[in-house]
Structures are given as C-alpha cells and as structure tokens.
C-alpha cells in the first residue's frame, strides 16, 4: 500500500469513527431526554399528591376551626340573650320613664 493510500483508509476509518460517535451522543442524548421526562412526570405526580395531601388536611382544619368559632359565637349569644333577657324589664321601664317624663 502507498502512503496515500494509507492515508486514505486512516482517514476513512477516523471518519467512520467520528460517525459511529456522533450516532452515540444523539443515542446518548436521547436516552437521557427519555429519563429526565420520565423522571420530572415522577416528580410532578408526586408534587400533586403532596398538593392534595395538603388540601386535604388544610380543609380538615378549616373546618375543625370553623366549628369552634360557629360554637363559641353561640355561647356569647346565648350570653348576651340571657343579660338582654334579665335586663329587658329595667330597659322597659327607663325608656317608659323618659317617655312619660317628657
């Protein structure tokens, strides 16, 4: 074989290389685009489980905290029922009072 020949065929073959290494970065590449959607789907599944974990607990609490607060205003109106109540017949009679007064 000549020089040039030689040549020829290293050439030929650190082609055929530099070929069959870009065929591997795309394969590469493409494998790792593959992994990382499936890995950020993972992830965005799991953050929307977290998120309805959340909701759920969060309406529990509003609703515990709610119940107390409907509570505790019945027990001040039912409070301020029983002082209107026993001070119903003094109010009566001071406003009769003022009125016949004047």
């Given at each position: 074989?000549?020089i040039?020949?030689?040549?020829?065929?290293?050439?030929?073959k650190?082609e055929a290389?530099r070929?069959?290494?870009?065929?591997?970065?795309?394969?590469?590449?493409e494998?790792?685009?593959?992994?990382?959607?499936?890995?950020?789907?993972t992830m965005?599944?799991?953050?929307?489980a977290?998120?309805?974990?959340?909701?759920?607990?969060f309406?529990q609490?509003?609703?515990?905290?709610?119940?107390?607060?409907?509570q505790?205003?019945l027990?001040q109106?039912?409070?301020?029922i029983?002082?209107?109540k026993?001070?119903f017949k003094?109010?009566?009679?001071?406003?009769l009072?003022?009125v016949?007064?004047k």
């Amino acid at each position: 074989m000549s020089i040039l020949e030689l040549i020829q065929a290293a050439e030929q073959k650190a082609e055929a290389k530099r070929l069959a290494a870009n065929e591997q970065v795309k394969n590469d590449l493409e494998t790792t685009r593959i992994k990382s959607e499936e890995e950020a789907k993972t992830m965005h599944s799991q953050a929307l489980a977290s998120l309805k974990k959340l909701e759920a607990k969060f309406e529990q609490e509003i609703a515990t905290k709610t119940k107390a607060i409907d509570q505790e205003a019945l027990v001040q109106d039912d409070a301020m029922i029983k002082k209107a109540k026993k001070q119903f017949k003094a109010a009566t009679d001071y406003v009769l009072k003022r009125v016949i007064i004047k």
